[in-house]
């Protein structure tokens, strides 16, 4: 919008007349050099061009209706659906009074009547046009986004409190628009390409709204609000909409996700009404199949409950709701399996919802950094039963914790595990590290440095989830690591699905060349067990041997060991 502005800097302002009559052209450009700095074009499609290239520094466009090739409302059309080039004034040349309403609904600023008028009446239009138009774009600027020309979030939620104290009866959809993925479009093709984006849905949306008399916002980065007059085709419309902005973009692999709080009557406030559309777009981040869902209140549910297990946590521990599972590892390279060691596995026994599932809560804490505290009290717990086991049953059985993402990034990870394990009189590599495959890909460079030196340390670290992230071969080789444990989703078809069957066998050429041994988790029948085993998988977790237990349960299957 800066630039914009420099519009008005020229010691002459810009203006451009288009007409096919090159005595008219004359004649009206003789009226106004003195005061302009005036360029011609003799048709519609001459004046795009001009008017693209100039489109910073002319204040105004004078345009003739009837004209080859583009004629003048083709050309205010075009100029009207562009975020930049509709805030340069168009005045039109007409002799008839229909052509006057026309050009005016179609966002001319003014017009000037043939034969022509004295040249201080068309002076005085011109200024006044001009003069009108740099107000505009005075007060635009601050209403609007640069990038789309759409309002901004602020003013956004203010026209549209307004619009609604206008018009109390009238039905409004609140509707939120994201596109997938923008962070790897701007990371992979350049910003320029992402603001190219950016901008022509910021276009559609503005074409739509305009239609429909509806207000929009960018209200951040890659995320849009719309406000629209209540409708029933969402259904039909939407995917037809995700097509043409396909289209327009040229590139299909862009793809959007819109969430929509229908207009219910029931007189939640604006920005409420959005939270709802956003939280239900927030729910398509990982569909690829649609591109389109309505609130409804189990999503809200959802929220509610999540919100509540993070309120819960802290309570939650000092109660000790918290209780950790065991679930065996068994080294199959012999002729019987035998119990090489356990993964501790978090479970919360609530007093209100029963038993949580971790895969409800841990994301959760991921993202809000709760997961270190989480984290730490498993590995006390896992720490302490090692010790638990060594004395009563006189039996050494490593245990596995898994270590989240935002563990590793904490300077007093080394610290607190050392402590953990001297607390407990173990040695370090009785206590294995799972770090996901993902971690790696995130800031490789500091998870190599934490793993090496916990390796220092006497630590092991197994790779878990292997397969599912994106790490690259190349990485894989200057990977500290002292197993691979691949991702369960290989393992569940294994048995069916040959490809399945030839990436397990990729993985533990893999590991080979790596030297480190093979886990393979999910394991729940004796086919995928006896086709790991030929493949050359080591160790196996799953099902088959046994779900996730408590501790007590674990002594059993220890003592059961023994019995061999
Ligand atoms: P994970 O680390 O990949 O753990 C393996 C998951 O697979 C566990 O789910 C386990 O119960 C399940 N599983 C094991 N064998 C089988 C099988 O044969 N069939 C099937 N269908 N599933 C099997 P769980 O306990 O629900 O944990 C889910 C995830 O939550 C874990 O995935 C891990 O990422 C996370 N998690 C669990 N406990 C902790 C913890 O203390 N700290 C952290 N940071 N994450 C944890
Ligand atoms: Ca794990
Ligand atoms: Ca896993």
């Not at 004649?27 to 008017?51: F, H, P, R, S």
């Not at 039905?171 to 962070?183: E, K, P, Q, T």
């Not at 603001?195 to 239609?211: M, N």
Request: net charge negative; with cysteine.
């Amino acid at each position: 919008m800066q630039e914009l502005l420099g519009r008005q800097k020229g010691l002459f302002r810009q203006i451009l007349i288009v007409d096919d009559e090159p005595i008219e052209r004359e004649m009206l450009g003789n009226m106004l050099d003195k005061e302009y700095e005036v360029c011609y074009a003799e048709n519609g499609e001459q004046a795009l061009d001009v008017i693209r290239d100039h489109k910073l520094t002319l204040s105004l466009v004078i345009l003739d209706l009837h004209m080859p090739k583009l004629d003048g409302y083709s050309l205010l059309e075009i100029l009207r659906a562009d975020a930049e080039l509709r805030l340069i004034p168009a005045i039109v040349l007409t002799s008839e009074k229909e052509a006057e309403v026309k050009s005016l609904q179609l966002g001319a600023a003014d017009f000037i009547t043939k034969p022509y008028d004295v040249p201080e009446v068309i002076n005085a239009r011109v200024r006044r046009s001009i003069e009108l138009a740099e107000d505009s774009i005075i007060i635009h600027e601050t209403e609007r986004d640069s990038l789309t020309g759409l309002f901004n979030k602020e003013f956004f939620y203010e026209y549209g409190r307004r619009l609604e104290n206008h018009n109390e009866d009238m039905s409004m959809d609140a509707i939120v628009l994201d596109i997938n993925r923008f962070h790897l479009v701007n990371e992979l093709y350049g910003r320029s390409y992402g603001d190219f984006i950016l901008k022509t849905i910021g276009e559609s949306i503005h074409g739509l709204v305009q239609r429909t008399g509806g207000l929009a916002c960018r209200s951040d980065t890659n995320s849009f609000c719309i406000y629209l007059p209540h409708r029933e085709d969402y259904e039909e419309q939407l995917p037809l909409h995700a097509e043409k902005f396909a289209r327009r973009i040229g590139d299909y692999k862009i793809s959007i996700r819109v969430g929509i709080f229908p207009d219910d009557g029931s007189g939640l406030d604006l920005e409420q009404r959005f939270d709802r559309a956003r939280l239900a777009c927030s729910k398509l981040r990982n569909s690829y199949t649609t591109c389109y869902t309505f609130y409804n209140t189990k999503l809200h549910d959802k929220e509610l409950y999540s919100e509540r297990l993070i309120n819960d946590m802290d309570r939650a521990l000092e109660e000790k709701q918290f209780k950790v599972y065991y679930q065996p590892k068994y080294n199959i390279r012999g002729e019987k399996p035998v119990l090489s060691s356990a993964e501790a596995l978090i479970r919360w026994v609530h007093p209100e919802f029963g038993m949580v599932s971790p895969g409800d809560f841990i994301p959760l804490f991921e993202d809000n950094g709760l997961i270190q505290k989480l984290d730490r009290y498993v590995w006390r717990e896992a720490a302490a039963q090692i010790r638990d086991w060594k004395n009563r049953l006189g039996v050494t059985l490593p245990v596995s914790v898994n270590v989240s993402r935002v563990d590793i990034f904490d300077p007093m990870l080394e610290s607190i595990l050392e402590e953990i394990v001297n607390a407990n009189v173990l040695k370090p590599e009785e206590f294995l590290l799972e770090v996901t495959e993902s971690a790696y890909t995130d800031n490789s460079q500091q998870i190599i440095d934490t793993v090496n030196s916990l390796r220092r340390k006497g630590f092991k670290v197994e790779m878990d989830d292997f397969g599912s992230g994106y790490s690259s071969l190349n990485m894989l080789t200057s990977l500290p690591i002292d197993a691979l444990k691949l991702d369960m989703k290989f393992i569940r078809n294994i048995c069916s699905d040959s490809k399945e069957r030839r990436m397990v066998e990729i993985m533990i050429e893999i590991a080979d060349f790596l030297e480190v041994p093979v886990i393979a988790e999910g394991v729940e029948v004796k086919e995928q067990l006896d086709l790991l085993k030929e493949i050359g998988c080591d160790i196996i977790q799953g099902y088959y041997f046994s779900k996730p237990v408590p501790p007590e349960d674990l002594d059993k299957l220890i003592e059961q060991e023994d019995g061999k």
